[in-house]
Nanobody, 124 residues
Framework: QVHLVESGGGLVQAGGSLRLSCAAS????????MAWFRQAPGKEREFVAA????????YYADSMRGRFTISRDNAENTLYLQMKRLKPEDTAVYYC?????????????????WGQGTQVTVSS
């Protein structure tokens, strides 16, 4: 069991940057993958990026690669998403997720634990 809490969302102008954090607690030693997903109004939940907790290997959705960077601090049990050159279409609720098992990293159903989400709003 892990508990995830996102923070760092807010309002930012187009072209700006924002860093999201996800604090994990509980059985963090069992984490295999962590990931960020987002969901905009009227749209399905969308994969953003994933990371292997131990090795640090990363995976990105094609549309996010080059602007977003996923990272983690194992000592602090914290996941990050650094977002740059933000666009209005990036506006969404951003969720962090974790799984204890080897997973298809871009599938929401493969993740067992989810945070409450943090709102990111990008104004034009």
């Amino acid at each position: 069991q892990v508990h995830l809490v996102e923070s760092g969302g807010g309002l930012v102008q187009a072209g700006g940057s924002l860093r999201l954090s996800c604090a994990a607690s509980g059985d963090t030693f069992k984490i295999f993958h962590m990931a960020w997903f987002r969901q905009a109004p009227g749209k399905e939940r969308e994969f953003v990026a994933a990371i292997r907790w131990i090795s640090g290997g990363t995976y990105y959705a094609d549309s996010m690669r080059g602007r977003f960077t996923i990272s983690r601090d194992n000592a602090e049990n914290t996941l990050y998403l650094q977002m740059k050159r933000l666009k209005p279409e990036d506006t969404a609720v951003y969720y962090c997720a974790a799984t204890f098992a080897s997973a298809t990293y871009y599938l929401p159903n493969d993740y067992s634990y989810w945070g409450q989400g943090t709102q990111v709003t990008v104004s034009s």
